[in-house]
């Protein structure tokens, strides 16, 4: 059974650094052709995809996100990490982490339950 759970700071203030971290029971970053997702959904809209992170360790970025969106893995093998720069009120969501089988897939199988983190002074 694989588990996922996000952990980070709730409260983030305007221009700093978001950082989240995701660590994963029941499976490894690094194994074979898995991805690793960070995914938002802010009040009011659809779910937003934010970048992957693939059992290589090469990472993929949303484009409207990419100039302030960092994902990498823990040496331990069970985390990857988000950092996004630069925030705004605009980036107040919540963040879940989750997993696809396979890259080619698409389909992420396994989520974190969320975490809600605020952008506020």
């Known amino acids: 059974q694989v588990q996922l759970q996000e952990s980070g700071p709730g409260l983030v203030k305007p221009s700093q650094t978001l950082s989240l971290t995701c660590t994963a029971s029941?499976?490894?970053?690094?194994?074979?052709?898995?991805?690793w997702s960070w995914i938002r959904q802010s009040p009011g809209k659809g779910l937003e995809w934010m970048g992957v992170?693939?059992?290589?360790?090469?990472?993929y970025y949303s484009p409207s996100l990419k100039s302030r969106t960092s994902i990498s893995r823990d040496t331990s093998n069970y985390e990857f990490s988000l950092q996004l720069n630069s925030v705004t009120p605009e980036d107040t969501a919540v963040y879940y982490c989750?997993?696809?089988?396979?890259?080619?897939?698409?389909?992420?199988?396994?989520w974190g339950q969320g975490t809600q983190v605020t952008i506020s002074s």
């Open positions: 989750s997993r696809a089988l396979t890259y080619w897939s698409g389909v992420y199988d396994y």
């Open positions: 029941g499976d490894y970053i690094s194994t074979t052709y898995r991805a």
């Open positions: 992170i693939f059992y290589d360790g090469s990472t």
